[in-house]
T-cell receptor, first 115, second 113 residues
């Protein structure tokens, strides 16, 4: 059982470049999330999705875009990379939170540096 | 805005002792809480969760306590081991929301041998 898979693990971008962070889950979870984690800080929600075709902004959506064409995939797009987007990005998936044992499962993260 | 916070950013305990990690939340509408453990270089891992209609839940070596009166959540780890060294995050879900979790800043737990 692969769980949540993120690619790439590491990436260095130049200012103004674009890239897509990939995320896939094989648990048939409706909910998927993208978080960023700055050094020594907690996780901040960028975007989330409650099902295929449905996405919504989180706490820090500016500079990012997402799509959810299928249940399995939830890519995160950076169009014009900026140094402020240097961070570790985590993708997660879950059943609908709120009932017991519906915790989010996290990927291993993508470490992005913008120079 | 309302968010989840932590009383202590770092906690150092002796191996074998019990650890208590605290979390304060300010949104009285939160109805679901989770504790996550994050080891260096890895993604967060689920430890235990609790709904707002409960005040205590126990897992293997861990207990979560919820005090809604003072909006306080704690994670107790019994007989702390070196493998417990990590950053611990609490997260909340606001009742009636779509389900996205709001994370606190985290507490770093260091276990001394």
């Amino acid at each position: 059982n692969a769980g949540v898979t993120q690619t790439p693990k590491f990436r260095i971008l130049k200012i103004g470049q674009s890239m897509t962070l990939q995320c896939a889950q094989d648990m048939n979870h409706n909910y998927m999330y993208w978080y960023r984690q700055d050094p020594g800080m907690g996780l901040k929600l960028i975007y989330y999705s409650v099902g295929a075709g449905i996405t919504d902004k989180g706490e820090v959506p500016n500079g990012y875009n997402v799509s959810r064409s299928t249940t399995e995939y939830f890519p995160l797009r950076l169009e014009l990379a900026a140094p402020s987007q240097t961070s570790v990005y985590f993708c997660a998936s879950s059943l609908r939170p709120g009932t017991m044992n519906t915790e989010a499962f996290f990927g291993q993260g993508t470490r992005l540096t913008v120079v | 805005g309302e968010n989840v916070g932590l009383h202590l950013p770092t906690l150092s305990v002796q191996e074998g002792d019990n650890s208590i990690i605290n979390c304060a939340y300010s949104n009285s509408a939160s109805d679901y809480f989770i504790w996550y453990k994050q080891e260096s270089g890895k993604g967060p891992q689920f430890i235990i969760d609790i709904r707002s209609n409960m005040d205590k839940r126990q897992g293997q070596r861990v207990t979560v306590l919820l005090n809604k009166t003072v909006k306080h959540l704690s994670l107790q780890i019994a007989a702390t081991q070196p493998g417990d060294s990590a950053v611990y995050f609490c997260a909340e879900k606001i009742g009636g929301s779509q389900g996205n979790l709001i994370f606190g800043k985290g507490t770093k737990l260091s276990v001394k041998p």
